[in-house]
């Protein structure tokens, strides 16, 4: 009975899972406008070197503290006290990156595995999520996330648990 058991959920665990032993310094991530050439790196208390589109005051309340979120079309820079934190990319005016290395919303679902690891999968609709790290602190269930559909991805983000 055991023996079923652990099968079924090991089956469960790798049917259901898209999880990556790979995971990604958070440092090593890197962000910069279609326009412009200039990198933006994560907890940098800088901009990219263009003007947002459109920017408002954005309480972190689990956190107590306050910051802004930066629009740039439809994609959203969040910055806490200062630093860049988080984002919502949802168009192609912002791309994510690494090693100098960038995708965006629009790109094929190859260009994952070209710019941050070797993924490889049949999956042309659903979420990737790739596990990230840091090498200053402790960083638990922190994800970077692409939506994907019909091959094409739609949406960037990082979610932490």
Avoid at 50 to 77: A, C, H, R, W
Avoid at 117 to 131: A, F, M, T, V
Wanted: overall charge negative.
């Amino acid at each position: 009975m055991k023996k079923y058991i652990y099968l079924l959920l090991l089956t469960f665990i790798s049917v259901n899972s898209n999880a990556q032993t790979n995971s990604i310094h958070f440092e090593d991530l890197q962000f910069k406008s279609r326009e412009n050439l200039d990198i933006l790196k994560i907890n940098e208390n800088n901009l990219l070197q263009i003007k947002p589109d459109s920017q408002e005051n954005y309480d972190y309340e689990m956190n107590g503290t306050s910051g802004f979120v930066y629009y740039y079309g439809n994609s959203k820079l969040y910055y806490e006290e200062g630093n860049f934190k988080y984002w919502e990319l949802t168009d192609n005016h912002i791309l994510i990156g690494k090693n100098d290395k960038f995708l965006k919303v629009g790109d094929p679902i190859e260009s994952i595995s070209e710019v941050f690891l070797d993924y490889s999968n049949n999956q042309e609709s659903g979420i990737i999520s790739i596990s990230l790290d840091s090498r200053d602190y402790e960083m638990e269930c922190t994800f970077l996330n692409f939506e994907v559909l019909a091959g094409k991805i739609q949406k960037i983000w990082r979610t932490d648990c």
